[in-house]
């Protein structure tokens, strides 16, 4: 399906915005995107209608229940699971991490060791670490090469042994846009006998994730990071999920996945995840909403590609500002760190959020990133993002901004 751009920005209202009469860019995806007006309609409509908690033998209950069953339903399109079953709604992937990392030490013991990269955000690092400090657990991590910001599965390969009980690893970079070949991980993982976890947090709102073809044990999302609340989202084979014991109050289910789900969730946020999914899905052609997320995924992949592509060539005639990471469009998610001689990059930020334009500086909770890159005492990057609805011409304005700054 043609990447009808117009369309797409129409259907977000937000992107209406405008700061002493000039429109916004939105150019901070990488922190959370904005949402679709059929994500704040389901989410406003089931606080509207008046909704009840789970398990009345009334009637707003079983719509409530109805809610959560169409959520997992989306989810398990999106990510191609086997079943509902498999599909984990939390806080945020953050608290999911950690819930999963207090299960899964239980089940480890000392001398076991669990391998995280630099390249990942801190909730796919610290949790482990938390995990492991707890079982007498060592933890290993893998280098990225910090010239271009790529990971080698083969590196990570290296790193396992048959004490390896767990292999952390993302998706794609959240601060460098890196792409990383994680079925080659998952299936390293799987050769030692141990479990994989992708964080795709970064990654699910710029291309298809298949966690079948993948063959990852677990996987974690966040709503918000594609179009959606905010809601986390955990995949887990359903043998681990039934297997693992969770930490859970005495009178809760002990079959997953209500077994994982602490508390009362968000209901609205539920009804919006379903909305988020089915607009992603409303972008492609497809007999399935399976097959429509991952036509609209394709589509949406190839058009941040020209943006990538008419970025990196904008940052090659600009000697003043320096890119970290991948220097190609190939390989690599529309998110962008960046350096300019002579700023400091809260500097840069402000500079351009003064006009308008908003982006993020800092560490981006990627520690072990900026850290390899040698910025973390220095105050960091600028993160640049573009999703499936900035423009070219949005592209543009972000470079002129920047040669303010020569």
């Known amino acids: 399906m043609r990447h009808d751009i117009d369309s797409i920005r129409s259907r977000f209202p937000a992107l209406a915005r405008t700061l002493d009469g000039t429109p916004v860019v939105y150019a901070d995806g990488p922190g959370g995107t904005q949402v679709p007006d059929t994500v704040i309609e389901a989410m406003a409509g089931f606080l509207a209608r008046g909704g009840s908690n789970l398990g009345g033998p009334f009637v707003t209950s079983e719509e409530t229940a109805g809610v959560v069953a169409a959520a997992r339903s989306a989810v398990v399109d999106l990510l191609n699971a086997s079943s509902p079953e498999e599909i984990v709604f939390g806080q945020n992937m953050t608290s999911l991490t950690f819930a999963l990392g207090r299960a899964l030490a239980r089940t480890w013991r000392p001398g076991d060791e669990i391998v995280c990269t630099r390249l990942d955000h801190d909730a796919n690092v610290s949790s482990w670490m938390e995990a492991a400090a707890e079982a007498g657990a060592e933890v290993r991590l893998v280098d ?28 794609a970079s959240n601060a460098l846009g890196t792409v990383v070949d994680v079925a080659a991980v998952a299936e390293a993982a799987r050769t030692v006998g141990a479990l994989s976890f992708v964080d795709a947090v970064h ?16 996987l974690a999302a966040s709503a918000y990071k594609f179009f959606g609340p905010h809601t986390g989202v955990l995949y887990g084979r359903r043998e681990h999920l039934a297997g693992l014991e969770a930490v859970k109050i005495r009178p809760a289910s002990s079959e997953p996945p209500d077994k994982w789900e602490t508390g009362t969730q968000s209901f609205e946020s539920l009804a919006g995840v379903a909305a988020c999914v089915d607009y992603l899905a409303g972008l492609g052609e497809g007999a399935t909403r399976r097959e429509r997320i991952v036509d609209a995924m394709t589509s949406v992949a ?95 304005r972000i470079l002129a901004a920047l040669d303010e700054l020569a």
Not at 154 to 168: E, F, G, S
Not at 309 to 330: I, M
């Open 144 to 171: 990225f090469d910090p010239v271009d910001g790529r990971l080698d599965p083969d590196a990570v390969a290296a790193a396992l042994t048959d004490r390896t009980r767990l292999v952390a690893v993302t998706h």
């Open 203 to 218: 990654y699910t709102p710029h291309g298809s994730i298949d966690v079948q073809r993948v063959g990852c044990d677990f």
């Open 302 to 396: 190839g058009y941040e590609r020209t943006l990538s592509a008419r970025f990196l060539a904008g940052l090659a005639d600009r000697p003043h500002v320096r890119l970290y990471g991948v220097p190609v469009p190939d390989g690599r998610t529309p998110t962008f760190a960046v350096a300019v001689a002579g700023h400091g990059a809260r500097e840069v930020a402000a500079h351009l959020g003064r006009q308008g334009i908003f982006v993020w500086d800092g560490h981006f909770y990627a520690l072990e990133v900026m850290r390899s890159l040698g910025v973390l005492e220095s105050g960091g990057l600028v993160r640049i993002g573009f999703v499936h609805y900035t423009t070219a011409d949005e592209v543009d």
